[in-house]
């Protein structure tokens, strides 16, 4: 019995090894087999059961208290920080000085548009009853601005002046007539509502037209729309088509314009095919003359390379077909 307590109490007591000697080579021979486990690491791993880790007074020493300063976790001060930079500008430079010639078709188209806008006054009375009718022509001011002074902008194409000025005059008028009027002559809601409308429509139909606007807001204010209604609509046409006119002959006179970019070019409205068809694939019905010569290069290649392949083989064929007669002999 003493010899075993003895044996147990030095095999389960390492000595602590001296300066410079490995700490491998004493595990290893005081303890060689694999499953055997001093008494130091039983001790120590009961040690480490019996304090588990408590998230719960960990988590209670890290709570913030009331008095310590409140961290913004969602980043809203950079949110709005990055939305005020927004204001300083993007360092684009503003539009080149025109030339003298481009200055000069301005000038000329600017003024025969607005004289020939003047000679609205002799239509014939039963469209227009009132000599309020100079109202509508406001908006036209700042069309010849867009239109003369920016022919390759797309806002300014025959698209947007027509289906644009023809939108807000049809809206304007409807409201003028439905809320206004309904109203006492209020126009507290007939104005917002008409040139939300006027925007909404715009988008839809891709033909945004910034003077338009301007017709909107005169149709609702304008006492004569109460009077005549829709035939306020004639003015709008009138003036729409002497823009368009005068755009035509002036701006093309420019070498450097082209003027339109394209007339009524729809895509789609409202997510459904326009007019506008899709082109067959032409190079499913007729390859075009690069996918032709790509072809026949290709083929070239492929040729090439079965004619190599079967020199090559000839040429071994030959080779063994000697070495086979020098052996023979």
């Not at 001011?141 to 003369?148: K, P, R, T």
């Not at 755009?247 to 095919?273: E, Q, S």
């Not at 326009?274 to 492929?302: L, N, R, T």
């Not at 090439?304 to 000697?322: K, M, N, P, Q, Y």
């Amino acid at each position: 019995m003493g010899n075993h307590n003895d044996s147990t109490h030095v095999g389960t007591h390492a000595t602590p090894p001296e300066n410079g000697t490995d700490t491998s080579t004493i595990q290893n021979t005081a303890a060689p087999d694999d499953t055997h486990v001093t008494a130091c690491d039983t001790s120590s791993r009961s040690v480490m059961r019996a304090t588990p880790f408590n998230a719960a007074s960990m988590s209670e020493d890290m709570t913030v208290s009331e008095d310590s300063p409140v961290v913004d976790p969602t980043g809203a001060c950079t949110r709005v920080s990055q939305y005020l930079s927004k204001m300083k500008g993007q360092r684009d430079k503003p539009l080149p000085i025109p030339d003298l010639l481009s200055l000069t078709l301005m000038a000329i188209a600017s003024f025969l548009s607005i004289g020939t806008l003047s000679l609205i006054e002799y239509l014939p009375s039963s469209a227009i009853s009132s000599s309020d009718y100079t109202q509508v022509l406001g908006s036209f001011g700042a069309s010849a601005i867009l239109v003369y002074g920016l022919p390759n902008a797309p806002l300014s194409q025959p698209r947007n002046q027509i289906v644009g000025q023809c939108i807000a005059g049809l809206i304007g008028i409807a409201c003028r007539l439905l809320i206004a009027d309904n109203m006492g002559g209020n126009i507290i809601l007939a104005l917002p509502v008409s040139i939300t409308l006027c925007i909404l429509c715009m988008a839809v139909t891709q033909s945004f037209h910034p003077p338009a606007g301007g017709t909107n807001l005169i149709m609702v204010l304008s006492s004569t729309t109460s009077d005549i209604g829709f035939g306020m609509m004639v003015p709008v046409i009138y003036g729409t088509l002497v823009m368009l006119f005068w755009a035509l002959v002036t701006c093309n006179l420019n070498p450097r314009v082209a003027f339109p970019k394209y007339w009524f070019g729809f895509k789609h409205i409202l997510g459904i095919p326009f007019y506008k068809k899709s082109k067959p694939d032409m190079d499913v019905i007729a390859p075009s003359k690069a996918s032709k010569s790509a072809s026949k290069a290709e083929m070239g290649v492929d040729v090439r390379g079965l004619v190599a392949v079967e020199a090559s083989t000839r040429i071994r064929a030959c080779s063994c077909d000697c070495t086979c007669g020098a052996q023979e002999e």
